[in-house]
């Protein structure tokens, strides 16, 4: 078993900056990628971005040159540097780890960006 637990969603006005982070815990070894999704309300779950234990990182096109994905293998933490933020980017948050042929999911944290 994997536990996710996200933490520095919040409040920020548009063009700020947010950076959520990801402690992984349990079973962390082995785990081939991980990624940030977001939800935004009446909408799907989709991608952010994702990145692997290669380090090789993978981003949806609308956030590509204002979030950075990164992952601290030390400190079992996983990050998302958010700059430039805008309304559009208003969501749930969700950690993602994929291990073998079992994903695993964080409780989300809410992001929200004010015009």
């Known amino acids: 078993q994997v536990q996710l637990v996200e933490s520095g969603g919040g409040l920020v006005q548009a063009g700020g900056s947010l950076r959520l982070s990801c402690a992984a815990s349990g079973s962390i070894f082995m785990i081939n990628v991980m990624g940030w999704y977001r939800q935004a309300p009446g909408k799907q779950r989709e991608l952010v971005a994702t990145i692997t234990s290669g380090g090789s990182t993978n981003y949806v096109d609308s956030v590509k040159g204002r979030f950075t994905i990164s992952r601290d293998n030390a400190k079992n933490t996983l990050y998302l540097q958010m700059n430039s933020l805008k309304p559009a980017d208003t969501a749930v948050y969700y950690c993602?780890?994929?291990?073998?042929?079992?994903?695993?999911w964080g409780q989300g944290t809410q992001v929200t960006v004010s015009s």
């Open positions: 993602n780890a994929i291990k073998g042929q079992r994903v695993y």
